[in-house]
Nanobody
């Protein structure tokens, strides 16, 4: 069983930055690829980006490439989502999830564990 807890959400003005954290309960999260998803009101949940077993294996949705960066701290069992140049279209509940696959899949059905989500609101 893996428990994931997100934190770091909040209200930020357009152009600002936020860093989300996802703390995993297991001793080591190296056996899981970690993904970040988001769900805006009235929309389906979408893949934002992910990091694989190797920290060099990252992938991002086109909408966030160049603005968002995912990293992981193996000692703290934590994954981070650094979000820069935020715009109102980034407003959503952000979720982290764990997948047993080596590379973070974009399909949410490939993830076994999910956090409770954290709200990110970007004002114009």
């Amino acid at each position: 069983q893996v428990q994931l807890v997100e934190s770091g959400g909040g209200l930020v003005q357009a152009g600002g930055s936020l860093r989300l954290s996802c703390a995993a309960s297991v001793r080591s999260n190296s056996a899981y690829a970690m993904g970040w998803f988001r769900q805006a009101p009235g929309k389906e949940r979408e893949f934002v980006g992910g990091i694989g077993w190797s920290a060099s294996m990252t992938n991002y949705a086109d909408s966030v490439k160049g603005r968002f960066t995912i990293s992981r701290d193996m000692v703290k069992n934590t994954v981070f989502l650094q979000m820069n140049s935020l715009n109102p279209e980034d407003t959503a509940v952000y979720y982290c999830a764990a997948s047993p696959l080596p590379r973070a899949p974009t399909d949410e059905r490939r993830y076994n564990y999910w956090g409770q989500g954290t709200q990110v609101t970007v004002s114009s």
